[in-house]
């Protein structure tokens, strides 16, 4: 029996018109530009302005490119799996209206959640109904509106985070490429460091909660800092150990885009050359569940089949990991 491995074929991506540059945040808090581009690499990101609007508009609109950069029909995907921590409301699932929306009528759907490695855990889900041969389309989009969960008099916070979707596609492979191997971690730990308060099970909302500013991200960025630089650093070494891989062996570093020193540290520990590593930090800041697929989609057309792709991702909770992957596609 011919051995199936899940693929990566298709990408896309939105991000919002509304670019927030540092020299903007300059007037909102205490705060410029230097310290924050030393500090994160990031010059500007892009917000979600317009009214009514959430994550569903923009993994709408990643989805949309996808499939039309794919020229695939959306009644064939069987799968929607959403990566987000901004879902558009409690209850309903935004990957199944996203779903709907974009004519997936034949496909089912559900939300993961796991804070900034939602999309490399989706990643992980995707490619096991794949490997599994019951599915041959299953659609992985990662988005976040981060803006909405943001406290924009807290300089901890807002110069980090911005707003955007990107989306790919997983098929059967039958030449050995696709997902070789994964590495997920998660770690209870990191539950006080990185939160929101209110609005969950244990503090509904109230106007007490809402007067506190209790619905926006708390984050202790010293201790996440310092988890994240060991956590991805350890797992990007040991999925290159465990599969025999040198530093000449690993064409690509697709790193989640939360701090370019968080990188860095990523990228020494592998042994990398800078160019080696994909960057647009610069552009998004941290997208949360989009910045993997955001860096597919930016850099797509350096990508060449056979390629040896090392992702990784650190977030709340404490969630981290790293995948192994073979590129399966030269852009037309």
């Not at 990643?123 to 490997?131: G, K, V, W």
């Not at 050995?176 to 590495?183: M, R, W, Y």
């Not at 991200?217 to 025999?244: C, H, L, P, W």
């Not at 042994?271 to 800041?285: C, R, S």
């Amino acid at each position: 029996m011919t051995t199936i491995t899940a693929a990566i074929t298709a990408v896309g991506s939105y991000v919002p018109e509304f670019v927030l540059s540092n020299q903007v945040l300059e007037t909102m808090v205490d705060t410029n530009d230097e310290w924050i581009t030393t500090r994160t690499g990031i010059k500007e990101r892009r917000l979600l302005k317009e009214k009514g609007k959430g994550t569903s508009y923009m993994a709408i609109k990643a989805a949309q490119d996808l499939i039309s950069k794919a020229q695939i029909n959306p009644e064939e995907i069987d799968l929607v799996i959403m990566a987000t921590a901004t879902p558009d409301m409690p209850v309903a699932s935004t990957g199944v209206y996203v779903a709907s929306q974009i004519g997936a009528v034949n496909a089912f759907a559900f939300d993961l959640v796991a804070a900034c490695s939602s999309f490399l855990y989706g990643m992980s889900n995707a490619a096991a109904y794949i490997q599994s041969g019951r599915y041959k389309k299953v659609l992985l989009i990662g988005a976040d509106k981060m803006s909405s969960i943001i406290d924009y008099t807290d300089r901890a916070t807002c110069i980090i985070f911005g707003d955007g979707a990107g989306a790919v596609l997983f098929e059967p492979n039958y030449e050995g490429l696709g997902l070789q191997d994964e590495f997920l971690r998660s770690d209870g730990i990191g539950r006080e460091y990185l939160k929101i308060d209110a609005g969950g099970s244990i503090l509904p909302p109230s106007h007490e909660t809402v007067e506190n500013r209790q619905h926006f991200v708390f984050q202790d960025g010293k201790t996440v800092f310092k988890y994240a630089v060991s956590g991805m650093a350890d797992v990007s070494e040991k999925i290159m150990k465990r599969n025999n891989l040198t530093k000449e062996d690993i064409n690509w570093l697709v790193a989640h885009q939360a701090n370019k020193r968080i990188i860095d540290a990523t990228a020494n520990r592998m042994g990398l050359e800078e160019d080696k590593v994909l960057i647009n930090i610069q552009k998004y800041g941290n997208t949360t569940s989009a910045t993997l697929p955001l860096l597919l989609s930016d850099f797509e057309n350096k990508l060449k089949k056979g390629d040896n792709l090392i992702f990784a991702a650190f977030g709340g909770g404490f969630t981290w990991g790293a995948i192994y992957l073979k590129w399966a596609y030269n852009k037309k």
